[in-house]
Nanobody, 125 residues
Framework: QVRLVESGGGLVQAGDSLTLSCAASGRTFSGDAMGWFRRAPGKEREFVGAVRWSSGVTYYADAVKDRFTISADNAKNTMWLHMNSLKPEDTAVYYC??????????????????WGQGTQVTVSS
């Protein structure tokens, strides 16, 4: 069993930066990937980005790929989401997720086995 705990959310202004962290505990994570999703009020959960755990290669949704960066430390079982140039439309609850099995793509929530509780990010205009 893998337990994921996010932290780092908060209230910021448009244009600010914020970093979220996701720590995996319970056992050393050796699965395929960890990712970030978000859910804005009244909207579906959407993919933000992910990292292939073995290679460190990262993938991003088009909406964030020039502003957000994912980093990870395998030894610490921790992943970060560095968010720059935040916009009001980035306001959402951000969730960390992890999956064990290999899939070619990263944007399907159903392919993830473990989820964190979420952390709120609010960007004011």
């Amino acid at each position: 069993q893998v337990r994921l705990v996010e932290s780092g959310g908060g209230l910021v202004q448009a244009g600010d930066s914020l970093t979220l962290s996701c720590a995996a505990s319970g056992r050393t994570f050796s699965g395929d990937a960890m990712g970030w999703f978000r859910r804005a009020p009244g909207k579906e959960r959407e993919f933000v980005g992910a990292v292939r755990w073995s290679s460190g290669v990262t993938y991003y949704a088009d909406a964030v790929k020039d502003r957000f960066t994912i980093s990870a430390d395998n030894a610490k079982n921790t992943m970060w989401l560095h968010m720059n140039s935040l916009k009001p439309e980035d306001t959402a609850v951000y969730y960390c997720a992890a999956r064990l099995g290999y899939y070619r793509r990263f944007n399907s929530p159903g392919e993830y086995d473990y989820w964190g509780q979420g952390t709120q990010v609010t960007v004011s205009s």
